[in-house]
């Protein structure tokens, strides 16, 4: 397949689903779209109308069975990703699944098992941020040794507003996800256990949900990470990340680019959303799977790391109900995927 | 005693009280060296020989009831701290004293008391973050409302390096204390719960020491705070605030006075200790003082800031014993002092 | 054209015709690399075969008039450039060439006059500062309008170093000549006045190398540039620039992504060269540049801007050897492209 | 003296006199502010009533020839310092004279060659950048010798804005009058020549005034430097200052001490004007002052900077009149002050 384009069928196409149809027609090299799938579809019609040779099928399995399709990102609903992932499986088509890989950590574990008994892995799952140049520049920095060992990570991730509809453990299942990964992949370790804590609410935030809420991890090597998630901050979309080692320490995020002096202020604009803040990595994320897929590997973040992250946020939910530390109880990795995977 | 200069003796002249000797005589407006005490005369000797007018009085609770002294700095060790703010008190002397205000919670309770007792206060606790233009900035845009309640704050306190004699507990007493009382001063409410955890120490540490620590407070208002101290970090003297409100947040410590472009690298330096990126928050503490003094008044950290602060402390020694969060119980406040002051 | 992959042949495959030829296979969505061209045959067929169905053809005519060569990267020396671009002009091929577009502006020139005869315009010029993320958004900033009318733009281009074959007259052709490009992009005017002056060169430069050097542009309509090109500058690639509004002033360049505290210093790299700083911008350049000519159009700096910023280097060349302000005499434009391109 | 108290006179008490007398009498230790004497009588009664023990003196030479004052702050309009500064080398008084020295060079020079006729110098001239500690780390660094000799320095000097009364000469002469100091004292060497150019005016500057400017200097060793001076900016006082030296570059006033986020943006506030931005400079000039004085020597700015800048001033001035180069003609410094002093 190296030689040829990789022929990339979506499923779903709402705001995630359409922005990787831009990314893979405009954007990746050697990759095509081929088809889309979404059960709006006027939607999918519409989307496929604006590029050339893209086929809409209406069943997401027959998208999914379709010899033309050489493998497939899955930017459906979370809960549909079990079955459609499943079927990526059986089919022995790659698959770029956005998080979460499914509902809860149980169903992520048959997907890894069932992974597991494949020749080879299949699934990447969509945590982008380790292709954010940031991010991937500070996790060699900490790879490289120079720093020694990693003590403590500190995050920061704030949203400027979500819908009323978004509930306290929202915060833990969709936001706080995204540093469980971030802290397993620069740790090199799994989360041993996590504490959800709430302090007073903002006002702006719907009546009965808590938001900021701070977490902390503990690694299985010793190590420590604080994170704050806040939905509701006002200023914009704020990510950042502290690691401190034994010899030095790392932040990125401070995001000083374009630097403006106007109205008796410096400073510069911090952005609106994940897209403008990840849109690059989302692009990089891409063309890394596509190369890797032509290539019949998977070099992003596994099944596996699908599910451990749905372990602990199942288990952050957990101690933002209790208050208290609650400990991950994941499976035996070597004994469900091998030793040598 | 507006029209004339404030007549200073100084109670201990090692590193820190020959410093203040240094910002009385050469930095503070309408204020003067009189007296040196120390243990060690040959140190009070050598130090007054280097200024006009000052004499050695070898005990210190003579210097404390001599005519000529107006008021007293305390920069001797804590253990006789005690006995020199009684003594201050009982003379009717304005002192400035070093932290910690005493060795224990309860002997501050104490002078908080005895304090009380008199017609007004004496007594201001060397907290002279208080006074740092970053620190005093940060309080004054929270103060002033535009960005709404304060619901987080996130410290970061380094040192380079510490003796192997720094112990575990001196971490929270002799570092974190300092972010004790900047909580509830940001806050302007009481740590009513403190959590002291240690992750995996760094090998720079001493056997059995550890270090880092990260502490969470939860304030009475329900704002909450998170501190990592970290007093072997090998970079040099980290000192960072971060406050989060509803509508902004606020950061202080990025300190980028004077920038380099040297050798593949941009930046600039880290402080080496606190004196050189606290020691204009001495000047103008010491500088307050003396005005203050002279008016009859106290304008920094209070006796009872002292007393909360080792309240705070002693929980959290207990806590990083035993890993859990410890309630602060602190007397009530307005039972001790009254209501109006 | 556009519903097909956009086939590209190169000519020159020294480091940048390698790096484009990576990008165009790699990094570019809807371009594919057919053909590379170089006098050493060996250089060309080693990259050839690192890639799928990429042929060499040693004669870069040959290469230009090959029916499967949609359009052309010209990525050989300068002095090959006329009659390059003169035979894509001839065969209608589309092509990106290299700075500078010729030798001189007497040549360039001749090659606007040829492209000015076709129907429409076919020469992009490879000034991919216009492509760079921050440069674009500074244009945006001002473009918008609310920061008013530009007055003066100050920039800074270092080199860490330079062979000792690099000439005074050097850092005005091939260095300072990516300022004239952004300055006339940035005004949206050309550049009537070229002063170029030397300070007492640095130690580091070659014997008798003028380095570093300050020019100053005067705008057609009364804005002021001023630049620093310093190609010994020993720290590293630095590209700053700051432009002054009548309402605020935007600064690029300041690059602090990933923050690094070690050694009693805060700070980052200073990229290397203008690979690591430029890269994006390159990818850009080329993702754009190929859109574009799918689209059978010129989007970027065009043969006029090459025309252009060659006669401002000759009068600033001019200047250095005089260190007196050189008028820059361009042909009437309209006269040449007509007034609707 | 060393051991009393300086007894400060200051004549004028418009916005900087009064500005130092609070200086005198809260924030500089030795120093006691003893009389003061204004035109506006009712000016200087209302001041001195603010204070203890100040009397007024109607006379600016019976201030200065007055027992009781040691040394003398001139304050009062530049057109009367000649007169005043000569009364204070009669008396033999020390005086800090706020610039400009005199009107013009060659009564400053008068000056120089009267103070250098007295046993030893009286006189330091108010160019406080000096003891700005940002300016003094980055002078501590260059005479450091790490990074090699000094090669080029750039200057922005801007203003929020000023009165319509404010005319193009004024740029050169109030303004620009700093950077001179900054340069000559930055290289340790005179100015040689100076061009100053006007690019098309803001629409901000009233009717005529040409505002920005640009001046390049010619240092006597072969240094340069650029300099933007811009007095409408509308943002706020920005000054920044960047030497680039052999082996790497020094950049201060970037000034990110307090970090806010808020309203979708980062970054903090541009300092209003040049008392906030130097407050603390002026603090620190005038502590050095008096603790010189005391000493009976002086440590800032002589009479000969306020002479150089004087006639730097007036060839600038030209200059921008002529918009060509002009040189600066100082007399030979030794044989006016001796090779010794």
């Not at 106007?262 to 911090?270: C, E, F, K, M, N």
Request: aromatic share 6%; with cysteine; charged share 25%.
């Amino acid at each position: 397949m190296a030689n040829q384009d990789l022929r990339v069928g979506i499923i779903g196409v709402g705001m995630m689903g359409a922005d990787h149809a831009e990314r893979v027609v405009h954007r990746t090299a050697g990759a095509r779209l081929v088809a889309v799938s979404d059960p709006d579809t006027a939607r999918a019609e519409a989307l496929a109308a604006g590029f050339d040779g893209v086929r809409t099928i209406t069943d997401p399995l027959a998208l999914i069975a379709d010899d033309e399709v050489d493998a497939v990102i899955i930017a459906s609903p979370g809960f549909v990703h079990e079955e459609q992932v499943s079927a990526c499986l059986e089919r022995g088509k790659f698959a770029l699944c956005e998080k979460p890989l499914t509902m809860d950590a149980e169903s992520a574990l048959r997907l890894v098992e069932a992974e597991a008994r494949l020749e080879r892995p299949l699934i990447q799952v969509g945590f982008m941020r380790r292709f954010d140049p940031e991010y991937a520049a500070m996790k060699e920095l900490l790879d490289g040794g120079e720093l020694g060992r990693t003590l403590v990570v500190h995050n920061v991730h704030r949203n400027k507003a979500v819908p009323p509809s978004f509930r306290s453990e929202m915060i833990v299942r969709d936001s706080l996800v995204h540093e469980v990964d971030v802290c397993r992949w620069l740790f090199g370790e799994e989360i041993d256990e996590i504490t959800v804590l709430a302090p007073a609410p903002t006002s702006a935030a719907a009546e009965g949900v808590l938001d900021p809420q701070v977490a902390i991890f503990r690694m299985a090597g010793g190590g420590m990470a604080t994170t704050e998630v806040f939905v509701n901050c006002q200023v914009g979309y704020e990510v950042r990340c502290e690691a401190v080692a034994e010899r030095g320490n790392v932040t990125i995020g401070l995001g000083q680019s374009v630097f403006v002096r106007q109205d008796g202020r410096y400073g510069g604009d911090v952005p609106d959303d994940f897209r403008s803040r990840f849109g690059r990595a989302y692009d990089l994320e891409l063309q890394a799977w596509a190369d890797a897929t032509r290539r019949g590997e998977v070099v992003g973040p596994t099944a596996w790391d699908g599910y451990a992250a749905s372990a602990v946020c199942e288990a952050g939910m957990e101690s933002l109900a209790s208050g208290r530390p609650v400990t991950v109880g994941l499976v035996d990795r070597a004994s469900v995927v091998g030793a040598t995977r």
